[in-house]
């Protein structure tokens, strides 16, 4: 893994930024996006860019399920209002969260992995080590699956709606397995609550109880972080 350690979120932006456009710039087709509040700074960075993606092609992470793409928090509805309205790709994917049939959802989604190999994919970390919705347990070699979410996700994730219970209970996530096929990862974390997962990512076990610990199996990972983040690692980067 090559460590980047910044001041705060804005800095990481511009990190991030300068990530994406050397990928673009490489003969990237493929870009692997994720959602939430971390990779927020990097979009901004690329969307009052001049950097075209109207001719490469998004696959998103994951995608809360029951919710329509009209519905504002699902993520959808996140990649317009952060991304795609002002900077569309050719073509984006994501999970049809209104597609109750899960399993023929997945399979729907593992083929659109498999058509678009991901040249870079961007990540951002959850307190427990989760990528994307792969929680704690899920197998190194897991596919597109549906996740019922832990309470904890639950919990992180309510400030984003009215009231805990309207939080959904589960998503369709791309599996650990499927991100670590993306050519480069770029993974970001900010903030001293992520610090824990931070240092088992980078300098713990390989181990499913920490999912991003997998992406030290992978030779191409770029991670980002702020001081607050890198606070618990042992040794300087």
Do not use: C, W
């Not at 930024?17 to 690329?46: C, H, R, W």
């Not at 969307?47 to 399920?65: A, G, I, Q, W």
């Not at 209970?169 to 599996?175: E, F, H, L, N, Q």
């Amino acid at each position: 893994m090559k460590v980047i350690v910044v001041k705060n979120a804005a800095e990481g932006g511009k990190q991030g930024f300068q990530v994406f456009k050397d990928a673009l710039a490489n003969g990237a087709k493929v870009f692997g996006l994720a959602t939430g509040s971390t990779p927020i700074s990097t979009y901004d960075e690329i969307t009052s860019s001049d950097l075209d993606f109207s001719h490469v092609t998004s696959v998103n992470l994951d995608e809360y399920v029951g919710l329509g793409p009209d519905h504002p928090q699902s993520y959808n509805y996140f990649m317009h209002e952060h991304f795609f309205n002002k900077k569309p790709f050719a073509n984006s994917y994501l999970p049809d969260g209104l597609n109750k049939d899960a399993e023929a959802e997945t399979k729907r989604y593992d083929k659109v992995i498999a058509d678009n190999p991901i040249d870079l994919g961007i990540l951002g970390l959850g307190r427990n080590g989760h990528i994307g919705f792969n929680e704690p347990g899920t197998p190194f070699d897991s596919t597109t699956h549906q996740v019922k979410l832990t309470e904890s996700t639950i919990a992180a994730n309510a400030r984003f709606f009215d009231n805990e219970e309207e939080v959904p209970k589960y998503a369709y996530s791309m599996g650990i397995g499927s991100i670590l096929k993306d050519k480069q990862i770029l993974l970001e974390a900010y903030g001293e609550e992520k610090a824990d997962a931070v240092k088992g990512m980078i300098e713990g076990p390989v181990t499913p109880d920490l999912p991003a610990s997998s992406l030290q199996n992978h030779d191409n990972v770029i991670v980002v972080i702020d001081e607050a983040a890198a606070s618990k690692l042992s040794k300087k980067y």
